[in-house]
């Protein structure tokens, strides 16, 4: 070559496949991340009924927060996701119901907000189940390749520094 050439080398690539989308590293359990899913909606819910926002920004949070806490929640607490969506929205819509003074009418209130936005309650739900159980499914797609890939691979005969490759050609077994 001579002066100012260069040369270039390209290597074929392989055919892997793309690595998977991973979720959020840090994990909670079961009941940590039931209780942050509750705080944030028992925040959003004080928020949203302080500022007068209308209830399509409470569940629309709510989807946020449903998917954040099937996402973080550690895969042997993944069936308690879908558990604690619910449970975090109705804490969280306390705030939000509107009733006269007594128990009863906080209750009444709180009903009421419920079964009004029922649809946002039940796609929220849905969504950390659907989340959940894509997760669970894919954990056993990788405990079952893993499984595999320890059955193929091929025994070798051990090595000895005392018994040469000729040896072995040699030996009867």
Excluded: K, N
């Amino acid at each position: 070559m001579g002066r100012g050439e260069t040369a270039t080398v390209y290597r074929a690539r392989s055919a892997r496949t793309p690595p998977p989308l991973r979720a959020p590293t840090a994990r909670l359990t079961g009941l940590g991340s039931g209780l942050l899913t509750t705080v944030v909606m028992l925040a959003v819910g004080s928020l949203s009924s302080l500022v007068g926002a209308p209830p399509t920004v409470y569940g629309f949070f709510f989807l946020l927060a449903s998917a954040a806490c099937a996402l973080w929640v550690r895969t042997a607490d993944l069936v308690t996701a879908p558990v604690t969506a619910p449970i975090a929205f109705a804490v969280g819509a306390v705030p939000l119901s509107d009733g006269p003074d007594t128990f009863g009418g906080h209750v009444m209130g709180l009903v009421t907000v419920l079964s009004l936005h029922a649809g946002w309650l039940y796609s929220g739900t849905l969504l950390a189940a659907l989340i959940a159980l894509v997760r669970r499914m894919a954990v056993i797609r990788q405990r079952r390749l893993e499984r595999v890939r320890q059955r193929r691979r091929p025994s070798r005969p051990p090595r000895s520094p005392r018994c040469s490759a000729a040896e072995r050609a040699r030996s009867p077994r």
